[in-house]
């Protein structure tokens, strides 16, 4: 890590799919490091109370909302980004989903489309518009929130969405091979199956019990 990305002070941080789960939870977190976020997401309420929740600890938080899988609507929400906080020097892939017919048997063409689309695509969106800036500062840390089901086959998550995770990691491994000279490194966390809260909300109990279910299956976050 360069010595500038060891502070993370006055730093943008652009959080995609940050209304909910692990988008929300990491952008409280980039928060409370001292980093200016950038909420982008479809749900204009949820990403709402995400800033919130941030705004309660530091004021250096902004709303771009956008479906990441339009790649015009990434763009835009980009050029607000710059305009309001500044360049990106931290992105984190967090939107993401499944659909509950997802298997070979009942998976629909359109289906399998919007997945790819929401799970591999928008990724590329959202890294190709910000690793201009990053080559330019030579510095940059990308964040994809990816899954199990890009390292390993399995059938509860469907074909759609493994192809997209494993495209995703394979994303992220081209990304170190050909961007590490410019100071820009690339992280997938892989996450396993269940329901991911933020600091400020924990799981009820019945959340826990309903915690084996697939939390994809609630769509797009």
Same mark, same amino acid.
């Given at each position: @890590?360069?010595?500038? @990305? ?6 943008? /941080? =652009?959080?995609?799919?940050?209304? %909910? ?13 001292? $980093? ?28 771009? !909302?956008?479906?990441?899988? #339009? ?8 050029? *607000? ?5 500044? #360049? &990106? ?14 298997? =070979?048997?009942?998976?629909?063409? *359109? ?20 690793? &201009?800036? @990053? ?13 199990? $089901? ?13 192809? %997209? ?5 394979? @994303?992220? *491994? ?16 892989? /996450? ?6 933020? &600091?400020?909300?924990?799981?009820? &109990? ?9 939390? !994809? ?5």
């Amino acid at each position: @890590m360069s010595a500038n @990305m060891g502070s993370l002070d006055g730093r943008v /941080a =652009w959080i995609t799919g940050g209304g %909910s789960g692990i988008g929300r939870a990491c952008a409280i977190a980039f928060a409370r490091a001292g $980093a200016k976020v950038a909420l982008t997401g479809r749900r204009i309420t949820a990403l709402e109370e995400t800033a919130r929740l941030i705004g309660g600890q530091t004021g250096d938080v902004m709303i771009a !909302s956008a479906d990441v899988s #339009d790649g015009i609507a990434v763009k835009a929400a980009h050029k *607000a980004i710059v305009t309001t906080l500044g #360049d &990106p020097l931290v992105l984190v892939n967090s939107a993401g989903g499944n659909v509950r017919e997802r298997h =070979w048997a009942n998976l629909a063409a *359109a289906s399998a489309a919007e997945l790819i689309d929401l799970d591999l695509k928008a990724n590329f969106y959202c890294t190709l518009a910000v690793l &201009p800036a @990053m080559r330019a500062q030579h510095d940059g840390r990308i964040v994809h929130i990816a899954s199990l $089901a890009g390292v390993a086959l399995t059938p509860v998550t469907g074909p759609s969405y493994s192809a %997209s995770k494993h495209g995703l990691v394979a @994303m992220s *491994a081209s990304l170190n091979a050909e961007e590490g000279i410019h100071g820009i490194r690339s992280i997938c966390i892989f /996450a396993g199956r269940g329901r991911y809260a933020d &600091p400020q909300h924990p799981p009820r &109990p019945a959340d826990r019990r309903g915690a084996r279910a697939d939390a !994809s299956a609630r769509g797009r976050r």
